[in-house]
C-alpha cells in the first residue's frame, strides 16, 4: 500500500521518531563518510510551482546520497501547463517514478495528486502545511536539547503553512505551543482545534495570542517566519507594519529563558520578522535546521520509497 505524507498527520509519533532518529544516523554517515545506496535504482520527482532553494537541493542531493536519481520539473514546463489533467499526469508519472515531491498553491492539488498516483507524493510545501520543515526542526530542537516532550516553543508572526505544520508537529510529540500573531493573521481554527486534541493526548499545550511578549516568556524555543509567503505578495502589500511587534530582535529575546533556541525556516528577511543580530547571535540554530533538512530527507525517502513498485499505474 503505498502512502503520502500531505501533512504530518499522516505520521504517528512513533513514526516522528523513528524518522529523526535515523535521520541523526544519516547525518553521522555523511560526517564518516559511509554512504549506502539504500534507494540505488529509484527515481524521484520534484515538481514546483513555487521557488525553492532548500527543499528542491535538500531532496536532490538526499536522493544522490541514497544512490538513487532525482528529476526536477516545472509545473510551467510540463503539458499540465497546457491543460492535461493531473489525473493523467500522475497515472504517467507513477509508471516511471518511485515517488514524487509537490510544491504548489492549494492543499487540494496535492489531495488530488496523491488520489491519482499510485507512487507516495510528498507535501514540499503549500499555501497550507509545510511538513518536512517541521521534521528537521523537531530533528535540531531533539539534537540541541536531548528531547522534545515538555519544551515550550513560541512561534511568532504569520499564522501560515509553516505555523500550521508546527502546530501538527509540536502538539504530537507532547511539546508546548504558542503562537503569537496579529489579529487577522491566526492560524486555521480547524487546524487550532485538531492540533489541542493532540495535545491533550500527549499531555500539552496549545496556546493562541495577539500578545508577542507573553508568549515568548519561559519560551525554550523562538520560532519566526517570513511575513509575506509565497504567493500572498499582493494581498499582503503594505500590511507588514502591523507585524512590527512579533519581530525577534535582542529585547523579546531578553524574555525567554537564557538558553532559548532561535529558529527560521528561511528564507529570511533580516531586519523583518528577525534581525541580523538574533539571525547571527549564539542562540541561533537557523542554519543547522537548514543543514538537517538534507538528513531528514534521506530518512522520509527511506521510509516511503523503499517497498517495491506497483506493477502498473493506477486505473
Ligand atoms: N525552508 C524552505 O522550504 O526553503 P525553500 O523555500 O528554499 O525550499
Ligand atoms: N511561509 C513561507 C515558507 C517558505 C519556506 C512561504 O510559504 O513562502
Given at each position: 500500500?503505498?502512502?503520502?505524507?500531505?501533512?504530518?498527520?499522516?505520521?504517528?509519533?512513533?513514526?516522528?521518531?523513528?524518522?529523526?532518529?535515523?535521520?541523526?544516523?544519516?547525518?553521522?554517515?555523511?560526517?564518516?563518510?559511509?554512504?549506502?545506496?539504500?534507494?540505488?535504482?529509484?527515481?524521484?520527482?520534484?515538481?514546483?510551482?513555487?521557488?525553492?532553494?532548500?527543499?528542491?537541493?535538500?531532496?536532490?542531493?538526499?536522493?544522490?546520497?541514497?544512490?538513487?536519481?532525482?528529476?526536477?520539473l516545472s509545473t510551467y514546463d510540463i503539458q499540465i501547463q497546457r491543460g492535461e489533467t493531473i489525473k493523467d499526469t500522475a497515472r504517467v508519472l507513477s509508471s516511471y517514478l518511485d515517488g514524487?515531491?509537490?510544491?504548489?498553491?492549494?492543499?487540494?492539488?496535492?489531495?488530488?495528486?496523491?488520489?491519482?498516483?499510485?507512487?507516495?507524493?510528498?507535501?514540499?510545501?503549500?499555501?497550507?502545511?509545510?511538513?518536512?520543515?517541521?521534521?528537521?526542526?523537531?530533528?535540531?530542537?531533539?539534537?540541541?536539547?536531548?528531547?522534545?516532550?515538555?519544551?515550550?516553543?513560541?512561534?511568532?508572526?504569520?499564522?501560515?503553512?509553516?505555523?500550521?505544520?508546527?502546530?501538527?508537529?509540536?502538539?504530537k510529540v507532547g511539546m508546548n505551543i504558542t503562537l503569537a500573531c496579529p489579529k487577522g493573521y491566526q492560524p486555521k481554527e480547524e487546524i487550532v482545534k485538531a492540533a489541542r486534541t493532540d495535545?491533550?493526548?500527549?499531555?500539552?499545550?496549545?496556546?493562541?495570542?495577539?500578545?508577542?511578549?507573553?508568549?515568548?516568556?519561559?519560551?525554550?524555543?523562538?520560532?519566526?517566519?517570513?511575513?509575506?509567503?509565497?504567493?500572498?505578495?499582493?494581498?499582503?502589500?503594505?500590511?507588514?507594519?502591523?507585524?512590527?511587534?512579533?519581530?525577534?530582535?535582542?529585547?523579546?529575546?531578553?524574555?525567554?529563558?537564557?538558553?532559548?533556541?532561535?529558529?527560521?525556516?528561511?528564507?529570511?528577511?533580516?531586519?523583518?520578522?528577525?534581525?541580523?543580530?538574533?539571525?547571527?547571535?549564539?542562540?541561533?540554530?537557523?542554519?543547522?535546521?537548514?543543514?538537517?533538512?538534507?538528513?531528514?530527507?534521506?530518512?522520509?525517502?527511506?521510509?516511503?520509497?523503499?517497498?517495491?513498485?506497483?506493477?502498473?499505474?493506477?486505473?
Amino acid at each position: 500500500m503505498k502512502r503520502d505524507l500531505l501533512s504530518l498527520k499522516n505520521l504517528t509519533l512513533e513514526e516522528v521518531e523513528i524518522l529523526i532518529l535515523r535521520a541523526q544516523d544519516m547525518k553521522e554517515e555523511v560526517k564518516k563518510e559511509m554512504l549506502h545506496p539504500r534507494l540505488k535504482g529509484k527515481t524521484l520527482g520534484l515538481l514546483f510551482e513555487k521557488t525553492s532553494t532548500r527543499t528542491r537541493v535538500s531532496f536532490e542531493v538526499a536522493m544522490a546520497q541514497l544512490g538513487g536519481h532525482s528529476i526536477f520539473l516545472s509545473t510551467y514546463d510540463i503539458q499540465i501547463q497546457r491543460g492535461e489533467t493531473i489525473k493523467d499526469t500522475a497515472r504517467v508519472l507513477s509508471s516511471y517514478l518511485d515517488g514524487l515531491v509537490i510544491r504548489t498553491f492549494a492543499q487540494s492539488v496535492v489531495e488530488e495528486w496523491a488520489l491519482h498516483a499510485s507512487i507516495p507524493i510528498i507535501n514540499g510545501l503549500t499555501d497550507l502545511h509545510h511538513p518536512c520543515q517541521i521534521l528537521s526542526d523537531l530533528m535540531t530542537i531533539r539534537e540541541k536539547r536531548g528531547n522534545l516532550k515538555g519544551l515550550n516553543l513560541a512561534y511568532l508572526g504569520d499564522g501560515n503553512n509553516v505555523a500550521h505544520s508546527l502546530l501538527e508537529g509540536a502538539s504530537k510529540v507532547g511539546m508546548n505551543i504558542t503562537l503569537a500573531c496579529p489579529k487577522g493573521y491566526q492560524p486555521k481554527e480547524e487546524i487550532v482545534k485538531a492540533a489541542r486534541t493532540d495535545a491533550a493526548k500527549h499531555g500539552s499545550r496549545v496556546e493562541i495570542t495577539s500578545d508577542p511578549r507573553a508568549a515568548v516568556k519561559k519560551a525554550d524555543i523562538l520560532y519566526t517566519d517570513v511575513w509575506v509567503s509565497m504567493g500572498q505578495e499582493l494581498q499582503k502589500s503594505g500590511m507588514t507594519e502591523m507585524f512590527r511587534p512579533y519581530q525577534i530582535n535582542e529585547s523579546l529575546l531578553k524574555l525567554a529563558d537564557p538558553q532559548a533556541l532561535v529558529m527560521h525556516c528561511l528564507p529570511a528577511h533580516r531586519g523583518e520578522e528577525i534581525t541580523e543580530a538574533v539571525m547571527e547571535g549564539p542562540r541561533s540554530v537557523i542554519f543547522e535546521q537548514a543543514e538537517n533538512r538534507l538528513h531528514v530527507q534521506k530518512a522520509l525517502l527511506e521510509m516511503f520509497l523503499k517497498s517495491p513498485k506497483k506493477p502498473s499505474a493506477k486505473k
